[in-house]
């Protein structure tokens, strides 16, 4: 049985950080490509990050450029989300998701079969 599990998020102020992980179990976590997306009340699920199975290559939406950064640790089953200058905007549900998709780096919510409950992040102004 797979299990994903979010964990870090949490309240604080803008311009501060935070940083998410994602811990994976019942699947082989280095043969999938993973993302976050997050999810505002009222919006639709979208895409934030992606990263490659051995994590040389990672995408991320313009609107996080420069600010949020994906990374994963094999060893441990984890992927992470470090996530600087954070804005009220940001505030969302954040969630991770596993696919063996090679369209990985569309970040297409239908391209991803695993997904964990979510972590809150909340950004006061």
């Known amino acids: 049985q797979v299990q994903v599990v979010e964990s870090g998020g949490g309240l604080v102020q803008a311009g501060g950080s935070l940083r998410l992980a994602c811990t994976v179990s019942?699947?082989?976590?280095?043969?999938?490509?993973m993302a976050w997306f997050r999810q505002a009340p009222g919006k639709e699920r979208e895409g934030v990050s992606c990263?490659?199975?051995?994590?040389?290559?990672?995408y991320a939406a313009d609107f996080v450029k420069g600010r949020f950064t994906i990374s994963r640790d094999n060893a441990k089953n984890t992927l992470y989300l470090q996530m600087n200058s954070l804005k009220p905007d940001d505030t969302a549900m954040y969630y991770c998701?596993?696919?063996?998709?090679?369209?990985?780096?569309?970040?297409?919510?239908?391209?991803?079969?695993?997904w964990g409950q979510g972590t809150q992040v909340t950004v006061s102004s």
């Open positions: 019942g699947l082989t976590f280095d043969d999938y490509r």
């Open positions: 998701a596993a696919t063996e998709s090679n369209e990985f780096f569309l970040l297409r919510r239908t391209d991803f079969p695993y």
């Open positions: 990263i490659s199975r051995s994590g040389g290559i990672a």
